[in-house]
């Protein structure tokens, strides 16, 4: 039921990877609790929902009433809803896209934060079928007003205001802000033209590591300056001494995708390794690629001289 990128044997996947079966395809963005993704699963069984969400313990308790709730036509990706949409929707290929009560980002310098901008709305286009819609549910009117304008200037959908559903009204948010007395505002966002321009999925490698020659350092120091990788950046946070080696707990920043991963620098049966270590299943990327080759700069400086190049 959980979406793990690095793990799919697909890459990108297809719906049938992902659910098993064809169907018409929904993603909710920031389902919370999950409550509303369980009702919207159990009123549509043939549907196939697809919910992402950036809270580690929303995701978890959301995971564990769907399964309590015996619910198979669901899939949850613990991450950036603009990731799930790039990377786990086919072009052309979703039927809706739900988002209830988004975080507003009310102050001005944070607004560059909200989901729903003209930039995502052009790339959305290129997920949806064609007449597929986006419905929005929010208390806040500037978020609303500012969300209609952003769809407006993408030229790319035709715009209604109504009353929210009745399910929408039952999200923990919707339940919280009603006996808060405020009201609710509810827009659907169709689409009636496509974005020109393609947007790829991020690619994912097998393997990023480099075999060296040469003398493990007793120590190993790490400049905490960030790395630039390709549209992000990188820090090397902690470096901790093994049996084998050392490890070193390194936070990489991509466009939509935010992962800590463990490096190894350590022996193994094939010479010195420096590397993506398994654990946790990060996703290989072109970022995480950099970051190995940062690291084996660094080594470079303390004599360890590249044999084998695998990044
Ligand atoms: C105000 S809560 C609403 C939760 C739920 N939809 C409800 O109505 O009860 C906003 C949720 O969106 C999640 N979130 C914020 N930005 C996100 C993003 N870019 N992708 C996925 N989830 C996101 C937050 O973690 C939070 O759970």
Redesign the pocket.
């Known amino acids: 039921m959980l979406v793990r990128p690095a793990l799919l044997p697909v890459w990108p996947p297809r719906v049938m990877d992902l659910f098993g079966r064809e169907g018409p395809l929904v993603l909710e ?5 999950g409550r ?1 993704t369980a009702e919207l699963a159990k009123a549509h069984p043939e549907w196939l929902i697809l919910g ?4 580690a313990a ?1 995701v978890l308790r959301a995971y564990r009433r769907l399964k309590r709730e015996g619910i198979g036509n669901v899939r949850l990706y613990h ?4 990731f799930a949409l790039r990377n786990l929707v086919p072009p052309g290929s979703l039927r809706r896209v739900i988002v ?4 507003p980002w009310p102050k001005k310098r944070h607004q560059r934060k909200r ?1 729903l901008q003209e930039g995502f709305f052009r790339r959305l286009s290129t997920r949806l079928v064609e007449g597929g819609d986006l419905l929005l549910t929010t208390d806040h009117e500037e978020y609303f007003r500012f969300a209609l304008e952003e769809a407006k200037r993408s030229g790319l959908y035709r715009v209604e205001v109504k009353e929210p559903p009745e399910a929408h009204l039952r ?4 339940l919280k802000w009603k006996e808060a007395g405020r009201i609710f505002f509810h827009a659907v966002f169709t689409k009636v033209a496509e974005d020109p321009t393609p947007w790829p999925p991020i690619r994912r490698y097998e393997v990023a590591h480099v075999l060296l020659r040469g003398e493990l350092p007793k120590e190993l120091t790490l400049a905490k300056a960030p790395v630039a990788i390709p549209g992000g950046v990188a820090v090397f946070l902690e470096v901790a001494r093994g049996e084998e080696g050392f490890y070193v707990l390194t936070h990489v920043e991509e466009e939509d995708l935010t992962q800590d991963l463990l490096l190894e620098v350590r022996r193994s049966a094939h010479g010195l390794y420096a590397g993506v270590s398994r654990f946790g299943s990060p996703l290989i990327t072109e970022g995480v690629k950099e970051v190995v080759r940062a690291l084996v700069r660094e080594l470079g400086r303390v004599g360890l001289e590249v044999v084998q190049d695998h990044t």
């Open positions: 963005v920031g389902f919370g609790d509303f992402a969400e950036v809270s929303s991450g950036q809803g603009p209830n009560f988004p975080d989901l999200t923990k948010y919707a």
